[in-house]
């Protein structure tokens, strides 16, 4: 073996030769153009983009070249039967010429760059080269041992060289296309695997398909000489590719012990009983920002992404799933709705917001309905709360009783949201305009009251499949005049007697025609507190668009009793404005401080308010009392935070770690955290 | 004989390239120290023959050993025992003739240059040229020279005169001669200039379309197959045996080449006014004649 | 001294050799103690096979023309003198054989044909000395 590797050592000299040549030439080549063709900085860089090119094409063109020549000179020129003459095996032969080609090409390149590298030349700089560096030796390596493997198939240089070129387009093609949607689907991840590293992976496959070719005992002539070799390679390739996804999936395999990163796109679910997470499977570096720790809610997409539906009382898993999504728990924690992110390639915008809404019998362990949809979808959480989570994911509301499930999905232009039972059989597609927020919610005797597409306020009865109009807003009395409504939210009270309408109203036209006597009210944004059946609808708020004012809805928050009222005014942020059943006016609390980027949040278990503006916090109680939080923990909480609370009244919330975070629940009373997460 | 007698045994060996035969079922045998002649016209499959032996080919069917080592499994040990030179087989150009000895040289276990040199300075062959610049009948002599370096018990030489020039030819011829110095070697000669290899060879075998129509030595072969002439007079034209060749008959005269000649033919065939002769056949008379008579037999 | 042999002409290669060195001793070019080429050489010079060369060697040195010394190599030996009559005489009568074939089959009587055999032989009669 040693004497084919000198022969074809001393046989491929003149490459060597021709990378000498170009070590000074590309150099040369630079610095000339630079100073004879170059007036200003532009022509400066097409000079160093064109020197790049060639320093980048040069070597991928000498590994086609050497390995196309390796076996097919051979054959064109008859020289073969000499060479296997030799008391050598196959194996030997074809393994000197392989390190041979192997030794020559690197060479030649080694010898390329060697000059330029030493001399620091500028050149290099310019073009990048050490950026490039890397991928520059995996094409190499890819190149080559694509030409290889055709130089054992085909009887002539030039044919190898052609087949390389098209065999490469070919897999680049393949790769980019079947690693990026076949690739990403076996694995269950939405990130794109580095196509570059699976073409790498077909290249041993190459190298034994062209082992097969040579050493099958024949003079390589045969017409069908080709069928072995490629079935081989192609074998090969996927034998190699199952293992790398075998490895890929055990790697990123779900082990609780080894998680150190969650997301807080989190939610409570399940009436509490249940957190839906997104933590990242094995321990992963994460690149810290200029600022220091990450945020928890900050999770890169990384392959190791799993989806996580905890329960909170046993904090067991209920639910793990690779990927991106949302998991939400039926009220009677006997089946969770899913929407996923589906892995793989999403074409263009379109693609973006579409899900996967599986629905799991979690008894069972088995599926009950699985569908798609497109989710652009107002953010979960009280309408119009400007979480810095925007989890357009969670989407899903199941009704009380858990018999039927709310989704939101835009079809087309149209905004509509389904209600369908679990098994996904009876479904009901029901149109309405929000633009703003969620235009529906459930009452307590699971019936849906929605917005329709006209804004008038529907009450869909699941069981009968019967819609109810309720009352339309237009007939308010307080209804601004001269107004039509163009959008708007709608929340129902945790014990289904009052609803609360915004509407988005724009100034019609034909008010603004026959404008006689008043003037018309203009755009605005109004809200209204009304019964469930539609009496008494009650003017909360309003508030006058001017021109440059953006639209924004006051973020309505119930006590769980539903008895009182909480919001706050977009603008005047500096009091919370409230309204309780039993007196049905408007009281307005002011606070001590203007929530310039604070908020407020409903306390669980009380009537009560937690109000907060970065570290202070303060809390609110139905009586209107404000009492500030001292508390230890608001040294290291941040309140916004907060994923939620659990069925006991304790705050869910990320909690920083050595490394990463974990999910604890916090007694806001008394401080006590206890760790539910990993 | 036992087998390890011979150099070459080949057992019904037969290789098939898609639908054609190239050999079917050829078992021949070449004795150790012999100088063997493969003889058939073109496409015969004299060349697939020997580079089966060389397992450059893989047989259809059949096996084929070579100094008692099986041709397929051992292959190695056995191109490492053989010698192989093969008509107009393009070289590496590039190299010079001393670099290909050196080359060679390096690729056998045992090497002797001492051959070699006198091979290469008795033809005049200047070992630093470069093979491109060598003419026809040098790279065939070249090829040859570096061929007996590593001492080959078993010399192969496919149609190592084809092509070449009378002079070159007898150069080749005598450097082969030359090369039998050792004791024991066998040299295995396929081509078709029948009268060359007949000087040399003293065992032949005829290979037409793929099949071993005959082998045997050279001189039972020429004892064996014979012109017969028989004067006789006009409508007393004698029995001819049964398996005669080329018959000519006028009135007066029949010839016929038969191939089992013995003393008893021309016996039988003896009569009142009836001359006899028989005469002998060179051995291009002798593959022609039995070469047609095969292929009248087939159609 | 020895002709080019000729595969082509019907003998075989072997008698035409064997034939050339008991001509050359008949006709006395070759006397006993002159050393013959060896076996390589005399194969070498006319291309044929060693093998053939060494049978001829082996039948004339059976016949008596020929011995082999130890070392030396072959040589004519002592005895061919003597066998060169026989030789002589066998040589000329299968000429005269194949001769006698020719006068049957073109029926010339024994009278003609020994007349003809008598005119030949004057004419390769050698020259005397007075015509030079």
Same mark, same amino acid.
């Given at each position: 073996m040693r004497s084919v590797f000198l022969k074809e050592w001393r046989q491929g000299r003149l490459i060597v030769i021709f990378g000498l040549v170009l070590a000074g030439l590309i150099p040369a080549l630079w610095a000339v153009l630079s100073t004879v063709y170059v007036r200003d900085f532009r022509n400066q860089q097409n000079v160093d983009l064109f020197c790049g090119i060639l320093y980048y094409i040069v070597p991928l063109f000498l590994a086609v070249v050497v390995g196309s020549g390796i076996f097919a000179a051979e054959l064109e020129r008859g020289t073969l039967p000499l060479l296997l003459a030799l008391p050598f095996?196959?194996?030997?032969?074809?393994?000197?010429?392989?390190?041979?080609?192997?030794?020559?090409?690197?060479?030649?390149?080694?010898?390329?760059?060697?000059?330029?590298?030493?001399?620091?030349?500028?050149?290099?700089?310019?073009a990048q080269f050490w950026l490039l560096a890397p991928d520059l030796l995996l094409w190499t390596i890819i190149l080559f041992c694509i030409s290889f493997f055709w130089s054992t198939l085909c009887a002539s240089i030039m044919g190898a060289v052609l087949a390389t070129i098209i065999l490469w387009a070919l897999l680049a093609i393949a790769a980019w296309f079947a690693i990026g949607f076949l690739g990403a689907r076996l694995l269950g991840t939405s990130v794109l695997l580095d196509a570059e590293l699976w073409m790498l992976a077909t290249c041993p496959a190459l190298l034994t398909g062209s082992y097969v070719g040579f050493a099958r005992g024949e003079l390589l002539q045969s017409r069908r000489r080709w069928i072995l070799p490629s079935a081989t390679a192609l074998a090969a390739t996927l034998v190699i590719c199952l293992a790398l996804i075998g490895?890929?999936?055990? #790697?990123?395999?779900?082990?609780?012990?080894?998680? #150190?990163h969650i997301s807080w796109h989190a939610s409570i679910t399940g009436g509490g009983s249940a957190v839906s997470l997104l933590a990242l499977a094995q321990p992963v570096r994460l690149k810290r920002d200029a600022g220091g720790w990450l945020g928890p809610g900050q999770l890169p997409t990384h392959r190791s992404q799993h989806l996580v539906l905890l329960h909170l009382d046993t904090r067991e898993e209920l639910l793990v799933r690779r990927g991106t999504g949302?998991?939400?728990?039926?009220?009677?924690?006997?089946?969770?709705?899913?929407?996923?992110?589906?892995?793989?390639?999403?074409?263009?915008?379109?693609?973006r917001g579409i899900r996967r809404l599986e629905i799991w019998d979690l008894s069972q362990d088995r599926l009950l309905y699985r569908g798609y949809l497109q989710t652009t979808a107002p953010p979960s959480g009280p309408p119009g709360a400007p979480l810095p989570r925007r989890s357009a994911l969670n989407a899903v509301e199941w009704s009380p009783d858990s018999r039927w499930l709310t989704v939101y999905n835009m079809f087309g232009d149209k905004h509509e949201f389904l209600v369908m039972d679990p098994q996904g059989r009876d479904l009901r597609r029901l149109a309405t305009k929000s633009l703003l927020g969620g235009s529906w919610g459930w009452s307590r005797d699971s019936a849906v009251y929605y917005l329709d597409a006209g804004l008038r306020v529907v009450r869909h009865s699941p069981v009968q499949n019967a819609n109810h109009l309720v009352c339309d807003p237009r007939d308010f009395p307080e209804f601004p005049k001269g107004t039509a409504p163009e959008a708007g939210t709608l929340t129902v009270s945790p014990d289904g007697r009052f609803l609360t309408v915004s509407l988005l109203v724009r100034e019609s036209r034909s008010a603004r025609e026959y404008r006689s006597g008043g003037d018309a009210d203009g755009d605005q944004v109004v809200s209204f507190v009304l019964r469930a059946d539609g009496s008494q609808p009650q003017l909360i708020y309003r508030n006058l668009l001017g021109r440059s004012s953006t639209i924004s809805?006051?973020?309505?928050?119930?006590?769980?009793?539903?008895r009182h009222l909480y919001f706050l005014e977009p603008k005047l942020r500096n009091s919370v404005l409230h309204w309780s059943a039993q007196r049905a006016v408007v009281g307005r609390i002011p606070l001590p401080v203007s929530l310039t980027r604070g908020y407020i949040r409903l306390l669980p278990h009380s009537s009560g308010l937690l109000v907060w503006q970065e570290r202070r916090a303060w809390t609110l109680d139905d009586r209107e009392q404000l009492r500030p939080l001292q508390r230890d923990y608001l040294r290291w909480l941040d309140i916004s935070s907060i994923v939620g609370f659990d069925a006991a009244g304790r705050a869910i919330v990320p909690r920083a770690e050595e490394v990463g975070h974990s999910l604890v629940s916090l007694d806001l009373a008394t401080g006590e955290t206890t760790r539910i997460y990993p | 004989m036992s087998d390890n007698a011979y150099a070459i045994t080949t057992y019904s060996l037969s290789k098939r390239f898609g639908r054609h035969k190239a050999l079917d079922d050829v078992s021949a045998r070449v004795p150790r120290g012999s100088i063997y002649g493969l003889m058939g016209p073109n496409g015969a499959g004299k060349t697939t023959f020997v580079r089966c032996l060389l397992n450059l080919i893989n047989p259809t069917r059949g096996s084929a050993a070579v100094l008692g080592l099986d041709v397929v499994r051992d292959s190695v040990a056995v191109r490492q025992r053989v010698g192989h030179v093969a008509a107009l087989q393009p070289l590496w150009e590039w190299m010079k003739v001393s670099e290909f000895a050196d080359f060679m040289a390096g690729c056998y276990p045992r090497w002797n240059p001492e051959p070699v040199s006198a091979v290469l300075s008795r033809v005049g062959i200047d070992r630093e040229a470069r093979i491109q610049t060598l003419s026809r009948g040098q790279r065939a002599l070249a090829a040859l020279a570096v061929a007996i370096g590593h001492e080959p018990d078993v010399l192969l030489l496919d149609e190592a005169l084809t092509g070449l020039d009378p002079i070159a030819r007898r150069e080749v011829l005598r450097n082969i001669i030359e090369a039998m110095h050792a004791e024991g070697r066998t040299v295995f000669i396929t081509g078709q200039d029948i009268a060359d290899m007949e000087r040399i060879c003293d065992h032949v075998g005829f290979l037409v379309k793929g099949r071993l129509l005959l082998e045997s030595t050279l001189d039972e072969?020429?004892?064996?197959?014979?012109?017969i002439r028989v004067e006789h007079p006009a409508d007393a034209s004698p029995e001819i045996p049964a398996g005669a060749l080329q018959v000519d008959r006028t009135a007066r005269e029949t010839i016929f080449t038969t191939r089992d000649f013995s003393p008893d033919l021309l016996t039988s065939l003896a009569g009142p006014n009836r001359r006899l002769e028989a005469l002998d056949l060179s051995l291009e008379d002798i593959f022609v004649n039995l070469a047609q008579q095969n292929t009248e037999a087939a159609t | 001294m020895f002709d080019t042999i000729n595969p082509k002409s019907a003998g075989p290669i072997h008698r035409q050799i064997g034939d050339q060195i008991r001509r050359s001793v008949a006709a006395g070019l070759l006397v006993p103690g002159d050393k013959l080429p060896s076996v390589r050489e005399?194969?070498?010079?006319?291309?044929?096979?060693?093998?053939?060369?060494?049978?001829?060697?082996?039948?004339?040195?059976?016949?008596?023309?020929l011995e082999t010394r130890r070392g030396q190599g072959t040589y004519i030996s002592a005895n061919a003198a003597a066998l060169a009559e026989s030789e002589r005489r066998r040589l000329v009568s299968e000429n005269l054989d194949a001769a006698a074939r020719d006068v049957h089959a073109f029926g010339l009587s024994e009278k003609a044909a020994l007349d003809l055999f008598r005119e030949v032989l004057a004419n390769r009669r050698p020259q005397p000395e007075e015509e030079r």
């Open positions: 095996s196959r194996r030997a032969v074809w393994l000197g010429k392989l390190l041979a080609g192997l030794a020559l090409t690197f060479s030649a390149i080694v010898l390329i760059f060697a000059p330029a590298v030493i001399a620091r030349a500028p050149v290099l700089e310019e490895a890929i999936r055990w #790697e990123t395999r779900y082990d609780r012990s080894q998680i #150190e949302a998991a939400s728990l039926s009220p009677d924690g006997t089946r969770a709705a899913l929407l996923v992110k589906p892995p793989g390639i999403t074409w263009g915008s379109r693609g809805n006051p973020g309505f928050f119930w006590s769980p009793d539903g | 072969l020429k004892a064996r197959v014979k012109r | 005399l194969a070498s010079r006319l291309l044929v096979n060693p093998n053939t060369v060494a049978r001829v060697y082996r039948d004339l040195e059976r016949d008596g023309l």
